[in-house]
C-alpha cells in the first residue's frame, strides 16, 4: 500500500459522488441518509424514483435541503441541515424512528466512515484518538438494521492512506455489515461471504486499476474484465 498527497487526488467531487449513490437507490426504496456527505444524495434522488427517506430524529417523506426561503429551523435532518418535505411526509417519536432503523424496515442506509474492511466491517465513529469526542448516534443501529450499508467518503485520509483497508484499526461500528463504498476515486463492491472477502471494483476515477490497487493495497477485482 503506497500513500499518496491527497491534495494530488483526480477524482471526483462530494457532489459527484453523491449522484453516482442517488444513482444506485433502487426505485421505491426507504433509506436513511447518514450525517455529513451522506445528507447530499437527497438534493440528487429523481422525482420519479419514488424513494421515501427516513430521518432518525423522526421523519418519512424527506425532500432535498432547504435553500434561502425555504428554510425553516423546526424542519431539520438527524445533523440539523435545515430540510424540504415531500407531499404526504410523516412525523413520529424519536423511538418509533429507531424501532424502524432496528426492525429492518430500511432497504439502505448511506454513511460517512473513517475506515472499512475489506470484509464490510464499518468504523465512523471514533479515531481512537483521546483528544476527539465519541460520537456515534444512531449508526450502529443504521448499520446493522439496514438491508444494505452504503458507504461514502474520500479514500485517502489526511496523510494519504487508504481507508478502505484489511482490517480496521479504529472501534468498530459494525461488522460485516457493508455492501458497497462509494468513494472519489473508485465504487467498490464487497463480497462479505466465507473467510475469504472479495473487493470487486465497479468504477474508476482518475486513476487506473494498477495504480488503485497499489494505494489500496488490497487483492482487488476488475469488474470490467469478468
Known amino acids: 500500500m503506497t500513500a499518496i498527497d491527497p491534495e494530488a487526488r483526480r477524482g471526483l467531487s462530494k457532489i459527484q459522488i453523491a449522484e453516482i449513490v442517488a444513482r444506485d437507490i433502487p426505485h421505491g426504496a426507504y433509506v436513511n441518509l447518514g450525517i455529513g456527505l451522506p445528507t447530499q444524495v437527497s438534493n440528487h434522488l429523481k422525482p420519479d424514483s ?39 411526509a ?9 424501532a424502524m432503523m432496528r426492525g429492518g424496515h430500511l432497504d439502505v442506509c448511506v454513511l460517512g466512515a473513517y475506515q472499512v474492511s475489506a470484509a464490510g466491517d464499518l468504523a465512523n465513529w471514533h479515531t481512537g484518538r483521546p ?45 460485516r455489515c457493508v455492501s458497497r463504498v462509494y468513494t472519489d476515486l473508485a465504487v467498490f463492491v464487497l463480497d462479505r461471504r466465507g473467510d475469504n472477502p472479495r473487493v470487486t471494483v465497479r468504477e474508476m476515477f482518475g ?17 470490467s474484465v469478468l
Open 131 to 175: 483528544e476527539d469526542i465519541p460520537a456515534v448516534g444512531g449508526a450502529m443501529d443504521l448499520a446493522i438494521g439496514a438491508k444494505q450499508t452504503f458507504v461514502m467518503m474520500n479514500l485517502l485520509d489526511r496523510a494519504g492512506n487508504s481507508k478502505l483497508v484489511a482490517e480496521c484499526t479504529y472501534p468498530l461500528t459494525g461488522m
Open 90 to 98: 410523516s412525523y413520529f417519536h424519536h423511538a418509533d424512528s429507531f
Open 207 to 223: 486513476t487506473t486499476f494498477d495504480e488503485l490497487a497499489d494505494i489500496v493495497g488490497l487483492p482487488l477485482v476488475d469488474a
Open 50 to 88: 419514488a424513494v421515501t427517506l427516513h430521518t432518525e430524529n423522526g421523519m418519512l417523506g424527506m425532500g432535498p435541503e432547504a435553500r434561502a426561503d425555504e428554510i425553516d429551523q423546526d424542519l431539520v435532518n438527524a445533523g440539523k441541515v435545515p430540510v424540504t418535505e415531500l407531499s404526504g
